[in-house]
């Protein structure tokens, strides 16, 4: 049996802990001759103790390292302790290696210091990791940096494709808008009738495109204000009724009187129903029924589009809400489009905090959407002024005739000739006097000059562009034109592009293509002639 109360040969104890230590455990001189070596320092450093102990510690440390251990024992005499200093220490095979050092003092009887007790431990592993750790950083930094500089090219890619399609598309659709108002023969009407159509659905492809863009990017945002639900019900079925005609289809319309009005983007609102009956009307064959109905439902508002169409594939039914996803995407296809308005539809619905859903009971036997809207936020809606308007922030016009600008000076400062001479022609037709710029010097001569009670310029000329212009008009005196009332009529559409406009000092932003009931409807709201 032991015997507890034995004396301990502390001694023996000790050399066995430094015999079975993990670490290297080694002491020297003050003049840096190894005086012990641990079997962990045999096995880290591959000498054995008969090769180090009467050798100088510089044995396992590099050329470029001596000035570093001189200084440790020169603490050491001064009676310091070094403690967890990292360095690098060289084996036997010449690998490097990296070790933490903890150095104490060894003090004979008296305490006088005769040399140094050397604690360290390997950690090359530890250093490799946190390499490893700070190269996948510096990887992953460079990774993000790579992928905001493409979304940024890509940002400005879309804004200037939208602009290279919106510019022709302006003069297409305003001319079109303005031989309409006249009286013409059957065939020609029907031919600019398509040639309007036709038009505004490529302008809502390249809408929808910068629209996915934006959601991608989480750059949608809402303009929220109270809204009559019916209201807006009713200007998307405007919007789509001419399509409907076309093919002979029966829109039916069924709204509970107490859906009452909610808070939400009446643009984007529209642009939910816009889409739903689009894609209704696309897959209805002649002679069909598109049905809207709007309903309470406890705490939301459900607004139903059904058809009589060709119904949606069971495959295909949950997938209908994806991105560029088509039921149909041969060369052989019988509808065309982008796949994208069901995409930006589910989108703009879950930013409203609603939900939308699809049913089908299969090909040949129509579809429904159910669109959920909240409606735990009411708020009274403001008196209906029942003449044509806008909204101050997008510029988009109610429809309604064409105002008089009957006295009005206007500058019209465009690089195009074909937009200058059709916006002209819109601008002439409301009654307004136009001088027209094809640069922004010569318009900023012309403001001196004539001194317009209203300027509307595009934003992307060559040379100075509108934004140029408009700081320096608004640099000019009073008296000189500097606080002439500004449009930017301009084909870079999107929400940055519009902040950018109204912060560069014009009123308004009005996106091409635009109507040219709408173009002279802004230009009347900015100088209040509704």
């Not at 109905?293 to 994806?322: M, N, Q, Y």
């Not at 449009?487 to 999107?494: D, N, P, S, V």
Request: glycine fraction near 6%; proline fraction near 5%.
């Amino acid at each position: 049996m032991s015997d507890f109360n034995a004396p301990l040969d502390v001694a023996a104890h000790l050399a066995a802990i430094v015999a079975f230590s993990d670490d290297v455990i080694v002491s020297k001189t003050l003049q840096g001759i190894i005086t012990s070596w641990n079997p962990t320092a045999e096995r880290i450093f591959g000498y054995r103790a008969a090769e180090a102990i009467g050798k100088h510690i510089r044995l396992i440390i590099p050329p470029d390292r001596w000035a570093e251990e001189d200084e440790v024992l020169a603490r050491i005499g001064r009676g310091e302790r070094v403690e967890h200093f990292e360095t690098v220490r060289r084996a036997k095979d010449g690998r490097l290696l990296n070790m933490s050092l903890t150095v104490s003092p060894i003090k004979d009887r008296s305490g006088r210091i005769i040399g140094a007790s050397k604690v360290a431990r390997d950690i090359t592993e530890r250093k490799l990791a946190e390499q490893e750790r700070e190269r996948l950083l510096a990887s992953e930094k460079h990774s993000r940096a790579q992928a905001e500089e493409a979304s940024r090219l890509k940002d400005e890619f879309l804004a200037l494709v939208s602009h290279e399609l919106r510019t022709p598309l302006n003069a297409i659709m305003g001319w079109a808008s303005l031989l309409r108002m006249r009286k013409l023969d059957e065939q020609t009407a029907h031919a600019i009738e398509t040639i309007q159509r036709n038009a505004q659905t490529q302008a809502q492809l390249i809408a929808d495109l910068l629209d996915v863009s934006r959601i991608v990017s989480g750059q949608m945002r809402l303009n929220i204000r109270p809204v009559e639900i019916a209201t807006v019900l009713d200007a998307a079925l405007e919007a789509v009724r001419p399509s409907a005609s076309a093919k002979s289809i029966d829109l039916q319309t069924l709204i509970d009187p107490a859906a009452g009005p909610i808070t939400a983007d009446p643009d984007r609102l529209q642009q939910i129903f816009w889409n739903l009956l689009s894609n209704a009307i696309k897959f209805t064959p002649k002679g069909g029924q598109v049905q809207v109905r709007v309903k309470r439902a406890d705490s939301h508002l459900e607004v139903i589009v059904s058809d009589t169409g060709k119904g949606i594939d069971r495959k295909l039914l949950p997938f209908v809400f994806d991105r560029f996803r088509q039921g149909d995407s041969s060369t052989t296809r019988e509808h065309v489009g982008l796949g994208l308005g069901l995409a930006i539809v589910r989108h703009l619905v879950e930013l409203h905090g609603g939900a939308v859903r699809a049913s089908s009971e299969g090909e040949g036997k129509g579809a429904e959407f159910v669109v959920e809207l909240p409606t735990s936020v009411l708020a009274r809606l403001p008196e209906p002024d029942k003449r044509a308007r806008i909204d101050p922030i997008v510029g988009e016009a109610i429809q309604g005739p064409m105002p008089s600008l009957a006295g009005l000076r206007i500058l019209l400062v465009d690089d195009e000739p074909d937009a200058r001479e059709v916006v002209a022609a819109i601008l002439g037709a409301a009654g307004a006097e136009v001088a027209s710029a094809a640069s922004a010097r010569a318009a900023l001569e012309m403001v001196r000059e004539l001194n317009p009670d209203v300027l509307v310029s595009d934003i992307g000329m060559p040379g100075e562009d509108g934004y140029e212009l408009i700081r320096k008009v608004r640099a000019l005196p009073p008296e000189g034109g500097g606080r002439v009332p500004a449009i930017a009529l301009t084909a870079f559409a999107r929400t940055q592009d519009r902040l950018k406009v109204i912060s560069a000092g014009y009123q308004m932003h009005v996106p091409k293509p635009v109507e040219p009931v709408e173009l002279a409807t802004v230009v009347a709201s900015l100088i209040r002639r509704l």
